[in-house]
Structures are given as C-alpha cells and as structure tokens.
C-alpha cells in the first residue's frame, strides 16, 4: 500500500485535492500537525468533493510520533533537493511506502532531509523557470508512478466503451 504524508500542509485546497486522490487510489493519507487550516475548512471540503467517507485520515502531533508510528517502513521524503528522481525507486517490493510531503511554502525541513539524504527523491523539472510544482499535483504524480510499478492493485485499470457507456 502507499501512503501519502504531508508535513504541516498549509493550503486546504491542496489537502482537499491530495485527498481525492487517496479516495481514488486506496492511499492512506497522514497529516502531521500543526494544519494551516481547520479540517472543516468549506475549501478543504469542495476540494475533496464527497470523497471523505472513502479516505484513511490519520493524524500526528508532530514527526517524531508519525516516525515512531510507521516504524522501518520505507519512507521518501519528496523535495527538489535530491539526487535521487521518484521513477528510479523500486517500489514493487509488497512493502508499505510513504510519501512526506513538506509545507507549501517551505517544503520539508532541512535537518529532516539531511538525516534522511538516501531516502530523499525529486521530480524533475526546470528549476530555473518555475520554483515548485502544485503539491497536490506532485502527490498524485509519485503515487501513481509507484502504483504503475505495482501494477495498480486493487484499481480498474482498463475501462471499454460499450453502448456509449463506460463499462469495466
């Protein structure tokens, strides 16, 4: 199974969005505190439209409770300072991966990412034009890339038209 894990998520939106995703992928979703925003924020909940009743929310006080919680799981920290890109990973090994995610605005904090240097992976992209990508577009993107290595369990990945319906 994957995880998503956003460290001290700031924008609801974000969070809402990263939520459907989880709905849609069976994906886990770890929010460590403090929340920039109230879990019934109305822009939290638009965003994840009514998907809610299909997420796993687990909530941590801090990092340090949501390390101890997850014990030796593999566990990518995702950041542009990284040598490692998110595709070059296995994660086909039937282990339970985590994804941490940092703040909008800051991303994760730094000692974390130097204790963790090996475990840290990046999307490529142009740094010089463009600072960042959307978190809730980079959390959909690392988890499908794991899911396309895992051959999508438990999802439909194949849908055929049939009489102008969809059908699986």
């Not at 700031?10 to 995703?21: D, L």
């Not at 904090?109 to 130097?114: F, I, K, V």
């Not at 978190?135 to 055929?160: C, D, G, K, M």
Request: aromatic content about 10%.
């Amino acid at each position: 199974m994957n995880h998503i894990v956003l460290f001290e998520p700031q924008i609801p939106a974000n969070t809402g969005n990263i939520a459907r995703t989880c709905a849609a992928t069976n994906s886990p979703l770890h929010l460590i505190e403090p929340l920039g925003f109230s879990t019934d924020d109305k822009q939290l909940k638009r965003a994840g439209l009514d998907y809610w009743h299909d997420v796993d929310i687990r909530y941590y006080k801090n990092v340090e409770e949501f390390m101890t919680a997850i014990g030796d799981a593999p566990l990518h920290f995702v950041t542009k300072f990284a040598r490692h890109t998110y595709s070059d990973v296995n994660y086909n090994d039937n282990q339970d991966h985590y994804f941490m995610f940092g703040k909008e605005t800051t991303g994760l904090p730094e000692e974390l990412m130097r204790a963790h240097e090996e475990q840290c992976i990046r999307i490529p992209m142009n740094d010089e034009h463009v600072r960042s990508l959307n978190l809730s577009n980079t959390a959909a993107l690392v988890v499908y890339e794991a899911l396309r290595q895992q051959s999508f369990p438990n999802l439909e990945a194949v849908h055929i038209y049939d009489n102008d319906k969809l059908s699986h």
